[in-house]
């Protein structure tokens, strides 16, 4: 499956932005989905997942509440809503796309089997 990322760019601290993920190649509704980050100088960490059929949502614990994950099946389109943007979001976003599976879980980067190109989120304090 290819996987395309957009809607990064320059935003102020506060601010909200969306990001998208549109995937190509296969059956979308065979994958969980799940957004990833990695910050200069750090690590890729996970962001949030979604279930193959939206049932299942999950957050690192970091953006919960601030961030919401959706996907629409009929748009092979994952979304990432970010609001209430601080300057520590600041990073290179990831999707990513697994073959369904019960494990590892969902948070796992080393279970996922696609990857997107990222698409880079700045905030400005």
């Known amino acids: 499956v290819q996987l395309q990322a957009s809607g990064g760019g320059l935003v102020q601290a506060g601010d909200s932005r969306r990001l998208s993920c549109a995937a190509s190649?296969?059956?979308?509704?065979?994958?969980?989905m799940a957004w990833f980050r990695q910050a200069p100088g750090k690590e890729r960490e996970f962001v949030a997942a979604?279930?193959?059929?939206?049932?299942?949502?999950y957050y690192a614990g970091s953006v919960k509440g601030r961030f919401t994950i959706s996907r629409d099946n009929a748009k092979d389109t994952v979304y990432l809503q970010m609001n209430s943007l601080k300057a520590e979001d600041t990073a290179i976003y990831y999707c990513a796309a697994r073959v369904l599976r019960v494990v590892p879980s969902v948070t796992s980067m080393s279970s996922y089997d696609y990857w997107g190109q990222g698409t880079q989120v700045t905030v400005s304090s």
């Open positions: 190649g296969h059956t979308f509704t065979n994958y969980d």
């Open positions: 979604i279930t193959w059929n939206g049932a299942g949502t």
